[in-house]
């Protein structure tokens, strides 16, 4: 059975969610990325493995596996490196080296090889797509986490690494969600 | 704005910002989204309250300007939304550059073309455009003579085509400033007097767009110009001289009439008047060349 995790595409100023993919099964070692990846969501391979490695867990090219990643809508140019964090928990979670529950989350963030999780553009429009459609949850770079202060109604869980993340998805690390700033900034607001 | 070099072109466009009432929270989150997407969102402030003020360089390109790449990303149209967007040197900016902002000024966004799919951002700005009116810059200037020929003032007034002069409201020159006046400190129109008066303004046209949220006058539709802007028949009379000798485009007819309604808002008066009226037409550029 593939895999199913959720993560989000930016499409101008507006966002929409992304289905990610993950189907492993045995044979020469290979690793696709499907559904019009550019080049930086198709490097994110290399990232992850790295990542996955330095995170302590079994990269995909130390056992004999294929793996294949499918972002849907397959006819949507995916662009970015957002896509590593969900690809990494996915691969994971496909190995069956973790048990994670990935309901109604939405992931995002770009990895580093050491398995940091790095800030990227445009969280807003996504945190905001997330809230309408009615996800529970959205897990980024913690450095991205302020930018999504302004929306309630979300729980923004901001992550430092992989290994983290694995930990919070495994319910073996508590992360209290980032506090919406909202009143504040509403009652500071400077009169210019 | 036309004037000599040094006469506070640029230092007036750049405090026209803290004249406009801050952003609504929507127009806020809207401006914020943009900045996120653009990479340019503080870390410390995740919300952008104040009106962007955006002023390109002259040598920039269209894509700079208008958006694109791969991927595409909001130009400086888009980060002027619901702000200001100054280009200073206006002449001096490519002619490929100026004529590509006569879209998005009419429509308040500018859609992105690419084989597989659109994109739409969103670029309703207030544009402030600073020119010399010569080469040299001192054509009319009564202390300073003008060395330019006068082939090089028309080259230097061809730079600017028709249909973007149609599409400026208001223009002013901004004459070289005496010493009295650089020296003076006049507190009868002071910043915060005149954020009242616009604040004031921006009341009774939220009243009257009360159905549609946050609209401004600018943003009328030619039925609701039609409502909202009745003039007295002396000012048709004046009106219609305009428009049939040629000096007032149809668009150019409708753009003096909100200008007047705003005129007339600020002034807190309920119909236009012919004063109004005919400081809105006296605002417009002539069609010289």
Redesign the interface.
């Known amino acids: 059975m593939p895999l199913r995790i959720l993560s989000a595409a ?4 507006e966002a929409q969610i992304i289905e990610v993919e993950i189907d492993i099964s045995f044979g020469l070692r290979c690793f696709n990325i499907v559904g019009l990846p ?1 080049k930086a969501v198709a490097e994110s391979k290399e990232r992850v493995g790295s990542a996955v490695k330095s995170s302590g867990f079994q990269p995909h090219y130390s056992q004999p596996l294929r793996v294949l990643v499918s972002l849907a809508p397959a ?3 995916k ?2 490196s957002l896509y590593d964090l969900p690809i990494a928990l996915g691969y994971l979670a496909a190995s069956k080296q973790i048990r994670p529950n990935f309901k109604d989350k939405i992931f995002i963030g770009e990895l580093s090889l050491d398995g940091k999780l790095k800030p990227v ?5 996504i945190v ?1 797509e997330a809230r309408k459609r009615g996800f529970s949850e959205i897990i980024l770079p913690k ?1 991205n986490a ?5 929306v309630q109604n979300l729980r923004v869980i901001g992550v430092g690494n992989l290994k983290q993340a694995v930990r919070y998805l495994e319910n073996r690390e508590k992360i209290s969600p980032f506090k919406s ?1 909202l009143e504040i ?2 009652k500071n ?4 | 704005m036309i004037g000599p070099p040094g006469a506070g072109k640029s230092l007036l466009a750049k405090s026209l ?2 004249l ?1 009432p ?1 952003l609504s ?1 929507e127009e806020s ?1 809207e401006v ?3 900045y ?4 340019l ?1 503080p ?2 402030r ?2 952008i ?3 962007p003020f955006r002023s390109p360089h002259h040598t920039s390109s269209e894509v700079a300007l208008i958006g694109g790449g791969n ?2 990303m ?1 130009g400086e149209i ?1 980060l002027a939304h619901r702000g200001v967007l100054f280009l200073d040197e206006f002449p001096e900016f490519h002619r490929d550059v100026l004529e590509s902002l006569r879209q998005p000024i009419e429509e308040g966004e500018i859609t ?1 073309l690419r084989s ?2 659109s ?4 670029a309703r700005f207030t544009l402030i455009a600073a020119a010399n009116p010569c080469p040299c810059g001192h054509l009319n200037d009564p202390e300073i003579p003008c060395t330019c020929t006068s082939s090089q003032i028309a080259m230097y007034k061809r730079k600017l085509s028709g249909p973007l002069i149609d599409r400026i409201d208001i223009s002013i020159e901004v004459p070289a400033l005496k010493y009295e006046k650089l020296v003076s400190v006049d507190l009868n129109n002071s910043s915060e007097k005149i954020r009242e008066k616009v604040k004031k303004a921006r009341e009774i046209q939220r009243q009257r767009f009360k159905k549609e949220q946050g609209m401004v006058n600018s943003e009328m539709s030619i039925p609701q110009i039609k409502k909202y802007c009745q003039i007295d028949s002396r000012s048709q009379t004046l009106l219609r001289k305009y428009v049939d000798s040629g000096r007032l485009s149809a668009r150019g007819y409708h753009r003096v009439l909100k200008v007047a309604r705003t005129i007339a808002d600020l002034e807190l008066s309920e119909s236009i008047c012919f004063s109004h009226l005919s400081e809105a037409l006296m605002y417009r550029i002539e069609n010289d060349h």
Do not use: H
């Open positions: 930016l499409i101008g100023i550019d006819d949507l140019k662009e970015g553009k445009g969280i807003l429009p905001l450095e302020s930018e999504s202060a302004l700033l900034f509403l607001k400077p009169i210019l | 910002p803290s406009l801050p929270f989150l914020s989204k943009i996120s997407v653009a990479g969102l870390k410390d995740p919300l309250y104040s009106r991927p595409p909001p888009t992105i597989k799919y994109l739409k951002f969103p």
